[in-house]
Each structure stands twice: as C-alpha cells, then as structure tokens.
C-alpha cells in the first residue's frame, strides 16, 4: 500500500462540528481520526487525501493539489463520497456504521461510529509474537461474522473489493467489522495507471488483475478465502498473477491439513480458485461451512488464541503479510 506522506490535521482541531482528539491511522488514500462529537460520543473520522495527488504541509489544513492531479483527485473523491453515501445505507452488526460526511480543507470526511479493538492483522501479529496462530474455532467464528456482513453489502450492491486481514477490524468484544471499502480507489486506479493499484498482491482474485473483467460477489469471496488462508497459514496466498506461471496453493492448502479439518480447508481451497466458477457461488455458502463447525457457546471462543505451534512459520507474518503501515 502507498503511504501516505501528508501532515495531520492537528490534534484539538474543531472540524465539522467534531473535534479531533488524534490521528489512528494512515494509509496511501487517507487518513483516519479519533474524534468526538457535540455529545461526547467517539466517532472515526476518515480523511480522503491520497498522497499520490495532494500534498499537506505540516501547519496547514487544505492540501495542496497541483493542477494536474485536480480531474484524478476529485473523481477519486466523488467515489469515496458516493461509497461512503451506499455504506451509510447499511445498518449491520458486521459493518463499520457510517453516520455522516461533511465537506471542509477542500475534501471529504466520512464519520463513523468508533469502536474500540483492533484489526484482525494486528491480532494475528501479536499470535506471532507469542509463537501461536489462531485456532479453527476462532476462524470459523470470525469469518462466520465477516460473511454475515458481507452478505448485507452485496444486498446493497456493492463489492468490497479490498478484504484482507487489515481490513477486519475486532471489535474488543471479538465480534468482526467490515473497513475500508474499496470503490474509491478502484475509480483513481482506472483512471491514473501510474498510481498504486488498489489491490493487495494475495488477497486480490485474479480478476482484478484483468482490466475490464467481470466483478462480483465471487470476487470478495476469493479474497475471504485468501484472508482465512493467512491467519491459518501465517502469510498471505501467493498473488493470482504469480499463480497463473505456477500455481503453488495445492501444496500450501496441503500444509494446512494437520492443523484445521479438512472440511475448512478444502472451503479455503475452493474459495481461492482462480476461476470464479470454480469458486463458492455465494458468501451464504461460505458461511454454512463455517457455521457448520461453529461450538455451542462461540462468544467464549472469540478471544481464544488456539492452540500453539514452532514459532518460525509465524515469525515472518509480520513482514511478509504487511504489517508496517503507519499508525499513530
Ligand atoms: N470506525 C472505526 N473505529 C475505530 N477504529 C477505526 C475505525 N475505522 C478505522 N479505524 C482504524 O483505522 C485503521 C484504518 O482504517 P481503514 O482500513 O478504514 O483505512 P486505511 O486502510 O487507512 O484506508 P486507505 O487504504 O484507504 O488509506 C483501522 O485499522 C483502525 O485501526
Ligand atoms: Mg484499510
């Protein structure tokens, strides 16, 4: 992912009828906030700027955007204003809850409910730490919630197109929450070739790769596919265009089979064909397989670690899934 170069808002600031407490987070496309509202309430404010085409100097509010970027930047953030628009129409348990936009420094801010946790890659990496990765229980768990929402954003007709573990966000409840969809950025892409591309080399389906290929729900399921694979496994699926030359995943998935049942696996497997036909034809049949392994009581199951394993498969997960992005 890009990163993003650009000054924050300063911490105190009164924007929008909210004010800033701290930066969260920053990716190559915006920059994330803690902030409060007139009531007290704990709201994420989420900054469009990508820092490919608009540059904030550090005191500043507006970026500055040189003429040339102009046609890119504000296509990109009618996007991010039309994504977050579909998104606020979602009202679900396993999607972050979008309640407001508000216009200022020349860009748009997308206001969403806070909620304290932390993403599931993060999870991942502090089980490296410990040598440990997670459990069957805790995949099934997880993703069952993840599939839940992300079967109510394709009712709405929209696509996630950027589901990784980075994207997963774990409430401290252990319930998951669905981030950072991807429309704005797949518009910016289509647009400006020379920018990052707005996929992540393992979670995105070969299709992406293709311009003017077919998108669907088969394409978020590759990627739930290959976000499940990277928490069994410790590192992310070898990229779709790698595994048109040689395709490795027969022998990773293989791996998989002493430590998950291989009713997950062969699901995982499945979920990662690289023809969409090949694939679950719905996240509803996703979802049955991994309900169909899910204990009695899954609440006591959300914080489990599972069990441990020898540390040097996971010892590389921090590196190799991509856990350096800025973070305040
Ligand atoms: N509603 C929220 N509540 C709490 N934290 C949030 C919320 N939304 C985002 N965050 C924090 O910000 C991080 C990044 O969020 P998100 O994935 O939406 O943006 P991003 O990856 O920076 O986006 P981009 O790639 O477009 O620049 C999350 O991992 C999380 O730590
Ligand atoms: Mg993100």
Not at 69 to 79: D, E, Q, S, T
Not at 288 to 300: C, N, R
């Amino acid at each position: 992912m890009a990163a993003q170069n650009n000054a924050p808002l300063p911490d105190g600031l009164e924007i929008g009828g909210y004010r800033i407490v701290k930066k969260i987070a920053s990716g190559g496309f915006s920059i994330v906030y803690l902030a409060y509202d007139a009531d007290g309430n704990a709201v994420a404010i989420k900054e469009y700027l990508p820092s490919a085409l608009a540059l904030r100097a550090p005191g500043e509010l507006a970026p500055v955007i040189p003429k040339a970027n102009l046609p890119v930047f504000r296509i990109g953030l009618k996007c991010f204003f039309e994504e977050g628009r579909a998104l606020a129409r979602i009202v679900h348990p396993n999607v972050v809850r979008v309640l407001n936009f508000f216009r200022a420094n020349d860009t748009v801010y997308m206001v969403m409910a806070y909620e304290s946790g932390h993403s599931l890659q993060e999870y991942a990496a502090r089980l490296v730490a410990k040598g440990s990765r997670a459990g069957e229980p805790f995949i099934r768990q997880v993703f069952n919630g993840v599939c839940a929402g992300l079967r109510d954003v394709h009712a709405n007709k929209l696509l996630h197109l950027d589901l990784k573990p980075a994207n997963i966000y774990l409430r401290t409840d252990g319930s998951p929450m669905l981030l950072d969809f991807g429309a704005a950025r797949q518009t910016i892409h289509t647009d400006a070739p020379t920018l990052a591309p707005m996929y992540t080399p393992g979670f995105a389906a070969p299709e992406l790769y293709v311009k003017g290929s077919a998108l669907g729900p088969w394409t978020d399921i590759y990627s739930i596919g290959a976000a499940m694979f990277a928490c069994m496994a410790g590192a992310p699926p070898q990229p779709a265009d790698q595994r048109r030359a040689a395709d490795t995943m027969d022998q990773q998935c293989a791996k998989l089979e002493g430590a998950y049942t291989p009713g997950l696996v062969a699901m995982v497997k499945a979920c990662l064909a690289l023809d969409p036909l090949a694939r679950p034809q719905s996240v509803f049949a996703v979802q049955k397989v991994l309900q169909a392994g899910l204990p009695a009581t899954p609440a006591a199951l959300a914080h489990e670690t599972g069990e441990a394993v020898p540390a040097s498969g996971w010892r590389g997960l921090v590196e190799r899934i991509g856990f350096g992005r800025g973070r305040a």
